[in-house]
């Protein structure tokens, strides 16, 4: 009885979302500042440890999900709108990395605040050309042994659209082998997510130990890198929304203010949820009952969407680049900022819809320059607050999109939901 009654108790803990778990180990950390002060250090390998977790996770990750992400995608169904959306979202993802990057720049939200214990040493500096070519790899093994982010998504992206094909190819043989390789994808995949999952479980602790020690060093420094950074992404996103997704309806000849009124219950939801995944169903049914939307295409555009096309992620992790390198007092050449630009586009593909993805994969945009993974836990604490707002613009963004190239192609029954009312 008493074992059972613990390993209850441990079932709702391990149901418990993990968000509050950081909220509480944060405040524990905040107390055990004013008690210890510096003393703090000693439960630093617990932080190390939820560090070595995360290194320990990406490289497979990266790899294993987006073949699989990049195989999901069948050649021969897409059709012409499914095309033009897929490289509307990848445009759109480039765009708010772009303006990720500004900010930052503008900003410096981490400028001043120096990270106790962090040294590092800048790469020798390569020019633009020789870093574009260094994205391919010539030793793709060698790569992903080598921690190398940009060449082994390439690799995966090769290795992803290849599959894709071969698995509609017209001999019945490499189909059913491209088949197979597809699930031991789809598996590994989950198999990633699982171990994810535990990281984000044991997260809380790591998150206290570091931010136990960090403040513990520095006091409260951290509070106003803290505003700079979450104002910085309520900027991006009013950027990304007012006028890129403002500019998109416009230029395919949408009345914005209509759009909005249908897209607000979806963006509510996302900002709620911190999940795109999870508004998917108030996405999916806002466009066919208040857009209008042909389901053939949105039954395709909006999933897809909410797997790849991340926006909002895509200026979080730039900002969260630009905070780690003011953090280290460095200052990213051009070609490296291309690299982190790149690197935040294909590790918002990569993110789950799921609440608090884009922190674990903030750890491809930072390797991809070689940043300091410290920053990760770091940002946790406010992750809440971050993902709430990314999220929001996620979902906006997939809708957005969605309905521009249902117009052009004549997908948009003009006579239902928001267009029908004055
Ligand atoms: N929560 C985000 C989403 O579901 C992903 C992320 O963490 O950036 O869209």
Same mark, same amino acid.
């Given at each position: 009885?008493?074992?059972?009654?613990?390993?209850?108790?441990?079932?709702?803990?391990?149901?418990?979302?993990?968000?509050?778990?950081?909220?509480?180990?944060?405040?524990? @950390?905040?107390?055990?500042?004013? @008690?210890?002060?510096?003393?703090?250090?000693?439960?630093?390998?617990?932080?190390?440890?939820? +560090?070595?977790?995360?290194?320990?996770?990406?490289?497979?990750?990266?790899?294993?999900?987006?073949?699989?992400?990049?195989?999901?995608? /069948?050649?021969?169904? +897409?059709?012409?709108?499914?095309?033009?959306?897929?490289?509307?979202?990848?445009?759109?993802?480039?765009?708010?990395?772009?303006?990720?990057?500004?900010?930052?720049?503008?900003?410096?939200?981490?400028?001043?605040?120096?990270?106790? @214990?962090?040294?590092?040493?800048?790469?020798?500096?390569?020019?633009?050309?020789?870093?574009?070519?260094?994205?391919?790899?010539?030793?793709?093994?060698?790569?992903?042994?080598?921690?190398?982010?940009?060449? %082994?998504?390439?690799? $995966?992206?090769?290795?992803?659209?290849?599959?894709?094909?071969?698995?509609?190819?017209?001999?019945?043989?490499?189909?059913? $082998?491209?088949?197979?390789?597809?699930?031991?994808?789809?598996?590994?995949?989950?198999?990633?997510?699982?171990?994810?999952?535990?990281?984000?479980?044991?997260? =809380?602790?790591?998150?206290? $130990?570091?931010?136990?020690?960090?403040? !513990?060093?520095?006091?409260?420094?951290?509070?106003?890198?803290? +505003?700079?950074?979450?104002?910085?992404?309520?900027?991006?996103?009013?950027?990304?929304?007012?006028?890129?997704?403002?500019?998109?309806?416009?230029?395919?000849?949408?009345?914005?203010?209509?759009?909005?009124?249908?897209?607000?219950?979806?963006?509510?939801?996302?900002?709620?949820?911190?999940?795109?995944?999870?508004?998917? =169903?108030?996405?999916?049914?806002?466009?066919?009952?208040?857009? !209008?939307?042909?389901?053939?295409?949105?039954?395709?555009?909006?999933?897809? @969407?909410?797997?790849?096309?991340?926006? *909002?992620?895509?200026?979080?992790?730039?900002?969260?680049?630009?905070?780690?390198?003011?953090?280290?007092?460095?200052?990213?050449?051009?070609?490296?900022?291309?690299?982190?630009?790149?690197?935040?586009?294909?590790?918002?593909?990569? $993110?789950?819809?799921?609440?608090?993805?884009?922190?674990?994969?903030? %750890?491809?945009? +930072?390797?991809?320059? *070689?940043?300091?993974?410290?920053?990760?836990?770091?940002?946790?604490?406010?992750?809440?607050?971050? /993902?709430?707002?990314?999220?929001?613009?996620?979902?906006?963004? /997939?809708? %957005?999109?969605?309905?521009?190239?249902?117009?052009?192609?004549?997908?948009?029954?003009?006579?239902?939901?928001?267009?029908?009312?004055?």
């Amino acid at each position: 009885m008493y074992v059972g009654a613990r390993i209850e108790l441990l079932g709702r803990y391990l149901e418990f979302p993990v968000i509050y778990k950081y909220r509480h180990r944060l405040r524990a @950390g905040d107390n055990s500042w004013a @008690g210890g002060g510096a003393g703090i250090v000693v439960i630093k390998p617990l932080g190390d440890l939820f +560090l070595r977790f995360l290194k320990m996770i990406v490289m497979p990750l990266i790899f294993f999900t987006l073949v699989l992400g990049s195989a999901s995608i /069948d050649p021969k169904k +897409l059709g012409k709108a499914g095309d033009l959306v897929i490289v509307i979202y990848v445009i759109t993802s480039f765009i708010a990395a772009t303006i990720g990057l500004s900010i930052g720049l503008a900003v410096h939200p981490g400028a001043g605040f120096k990270l106790p @214990g962090v040294t590092y040493k800048p790469p020798k500096p390569v020019n633009f050309i020789q870093t574009m070519l260094s994205w391919i790899p010539t030793n793709p093994f060698g790569a992903l042994a080598e921690f190398k982010v940009i060449p %082994t998504i390439i690799f $995966a992206l090769f290795v992803g659209i290849s599959l894709a094909y071969l698995r509609t190819s017209n001999d019945e043989r490499v189909r059913e $082998a491209a088949e197979t390789t597809y699930k031991v994808f789809d598996a590994l995949s989950e198999v990633m997510y699982r171990i994810v999952r535990f990281v984000l479980e044991v997260a =809380p602790y790591g998150v206290f $130990a570091h931010m136990a020690v960090v403040i !513990g060093k520095t006091g409260v420094a951290l509070f106003i890198p803290y +505003l700079k950074l979450i104002g910085s992404e309520v900027l991006g996103i009013a950027l990304q929304i007012g006028l890129v997704y403002t500019g998109i309806l416009l230029i395919a000849g949408i009345n914005p203010a209509k759009f909005f009124r249908a897209a607000v219950e979806p963006m509510v939801t996302a900002f709620v949820t911190g999940s795109s995944s999870g508004t998917l =169903p108030v996405t999916m049914r806002i466009a066919e009952e208040k857009l !209008g939307i042909d389901r053939g295409l949105y039954s395709f555009t909006l999933p897809l @969407g909410a797997t790849i096309n991340m926006d *909002g992620t895509a200026i979080y992790m730039t900002l969260v680049a630009v905070f780690a390198a003011d953090i280290v007092g460095r200052t990213l050449s051009f070609g490296e900022l291309v690299t982190v630009a790149t690197a935040a586009v294909m590790a918002s593909v990569g $993110a789950a819809g799921a609440p608090s993805a884009g922190l674990i994969m903030l %750890t491809v945009t +930072l390797g991809s320059v *070689g940043l300091p993974f410290e920053v990760i836990p770091l940002i946790a604490g406010i992750d809440v607050i971050l /993902d709430m707002l990314r999220t929001m613009n996620n979902v906006t963004g /997939d809708l %957005t999109v969605t309905t521009a190239i249902a117009k052009k192609y004549g997908l948009i029954d003009f006579s239902k939901g928001v267009w029908a009312s004055s």
